[in-house]
């Protein structure tokens, strides 16, 4: 009998691509423990998180939906708290995800969110959890952020976030949920290579030489979709970001 395989499909536009790149990787990476009955908890939702991707039901916990409310899915179950707060019993979810949360809240806080993630994780279950991560996601932060400023006359919206808490460690990230879930427990993932954050970001962010990309037929869905097959590929480092895959013992 064939394997079941996670229900994805990737409808990527020039708004979603970097998105959709995250997700595709952690569907992959949950794709030896899919089954239909699931029960997925991610972590910073928004209003759709895997959802967009995914049809599976998902509990989502943010602090604000209303931010991203036009991205809603029916899908995504709205739970409003903090991630260092879940009201949830222990062991509640087969499977914990958190995709670029952590750099959005004070380094203090990391730790208490990682416990928490993990407290409500069943035994057996799998925590994955990405962020921008180390001096190359400063870097390219600082870089985003100058080029939007350029652009726009403002700071990034969340790229200045991330250069005011100060992007994760990957190591330190690493040793706290080893304290928890023992030595070996964790497997990294690196994602995303900086030549490819800089030309997602540079063509569909701060639209550098768009009156030469915008002819060429660039920003285009095609465009979109393409470029999303290549850079899905294209993981070397350095590497923007780093992904956790945490399995927690039976």
């Known amino acids: 009998m064939r394997a079941l395989r996670p229900p994805a499909r990737y ?96 380094a203090e806080q990391r730790d208490a969110s990682l416990r928490e993630m993990l407290r409500v994780l069943r035994p057996g279950g799998r925590m994955i959890v990405s962020f921008p991560a180390d001096e190359t996601a400063a870097r390219l932060d600082r870089w985003l952020n100058e080029r939007y400023r350029q652009m726009a006359g403002v700071d990034h919206p969340w790229a200045i976030e991330h250069i005011e808490h100060g992007v994760p460690a990957t190591a330190d990230i690493v040793a706290t949920v080893e304290r928890i879930l023992g030595p070996g427990s964790v497997r990294v993932r690196r994602h995303m290579s900086a030549s490819s954050f800089r030309l997602v970001h540079g063509l569909y962010t701060v639209r550098r030489l ?9 920003h285009t869905p095609a465009a979109a979709r393409a470029l999303f097959a290549l850079c899905r590929r294209a993981h070397r480092e350095p590497a923007y970001r780093s992904i956790l895959v945490a399995d927690k013992s039976a």
Request: hydrophobic share 45%; no cysteine.
């Open 210 to 218: 768009h009156l030469l990309t915008r002819p060429l037929g660039l």
């Open 11 to 106: 409808d990527v536009t020039e708004s979603n691509l970097d998105t959709a790149l995250r997700y595709e990787t952690v569907v992959e990476l949950l794709a030896d423990r899919w089954h239909p009955k699931l029960r997925v908890l991610e972590v910073g939702a928004g209003s759709a998180g895997i959802t967009e991707f995914l049809a599976h039901p998902v509990t989502g916990v943010d602090t604000d939906f209303d931010r991203t409310a036009e991205r809603a899915s029916a899908r995504l179950q709205q739970v409003r708290a903090s991630a260092d707060a879940m009201p949830f019993a222990n062991a509640s979810f087969d499977v914990v995800i958190s995709l670029e949360m952590l750099e959005h809240v004070a």
